[in-house]
């Protein structure tokens, strides 16, 4: 069936360090994929998405591509800073009958320290 | 305008005791979903809903759990009997479109002592 498989954490780094964290998926067809971020105490809220191969999401100096070769849409930021210390979850969105549910990664946490 | 709203946002009830998570989705929201999340087994869909009704409940863990959208603007998850490894934080999410963006609600977190 459909998964995502993304680093365990934590991740610790330094303010202005470089940031990744690998996903992988498994998935039929063609799904979207996206990053979710969760800061403490809250819900998730939509980071970035990218609904089909070689698509690259971005927001707030994070990126993704989505790989279809390597089957992968790894996080990236060039400079990370305290506030952006949160949970972060791949996601996929998986098609069945008539809507589609997204399947998430199990997070990984992020501590920047300044 | 509101985003998803969850009551209650704390709950430490005793085993055996009946639970109720309620959620209330994005107006004109047409697909809700429910998440549990543990730090064992991270963020788990249980059920979701699309235009009020359901669609998968594959994730339900077992009779005990139950899920209703009587219209909507509505949605609960009731637990009955609850137990101790039902201790977790309930997530409501709901959806516009059927490729649209997920938002999620605060959470509920829930303690059965």
């Known amino acids: 069936g459909n998964s995502v498989t993304q680093m365990e954490g934590p991740v610790t780094l330094s303010e202005e360090a470089f940031l990744t964290i690998n996903c992988t998926y498994t998935?039929?067809?063609?799904?979207?994929l996206f990053w979710y971020v969760q800061y403490p105490g809250e819900g998730l809220q939509l980071l970035l998405k990218a609904t089909k191969a070689d698509d690259k999401g971005s927001n707030k100096g994070f990126e993704a591509t989505y790989r279809k070769e390597t089957t992968s849409f790894h996080l990236e930021k060039g400079s990370v800073q305290v506030s952006d210390s949160a949970v972060y979850f791949c996601a996929l969105s998986s098609y069945g009958g008539a809507t589609n549910k997204l399947i998430f990664g199990t997070g990984t946490l992020l501590a920047v320290q300044p | 305008d509101a985003g998803v709203i969850q009551s209650p946002r704390h709950e430490v009830t005793e085993m055996g005791q009946e639970v109720t998570l309620r959620c209330k989705p994005i107006?004109?929201?047409?697909?809700l979903f429910w998440y549990r999340q543990t730090m064992m087994r991270g963020l788990e869909l249980l059920i979701y809903?699309?235009?009020?009704?359901?669609?998968?409940d594959s994730g339900m863990p077992e009779d005990r759990f139950s899920a209703k959208m009587p219209n909507a603007s509505f949605s609960t998850l009731k637990i009955q009997p609850s137990e101790p490894r039902d201790s977790a934080v309930y997530f409501c999410?709901?959806?516009?479109?059927?490729?649209?963006?997920?938002?999620f609600g605060e959470g509920s977190r829930l303690t059965v002592l």
């Open positions: 107006s004109g929201h047409n697909s």
């Open positions: 809903f699309n235009n009020n009704v359901p669609i998968d």
């Open positions: 999410a709901s959806r516009l479109t059927n490729t649209g963006e997920l938002f």
């Open positions: 998935a039929t067809g063609y799904p979207s």
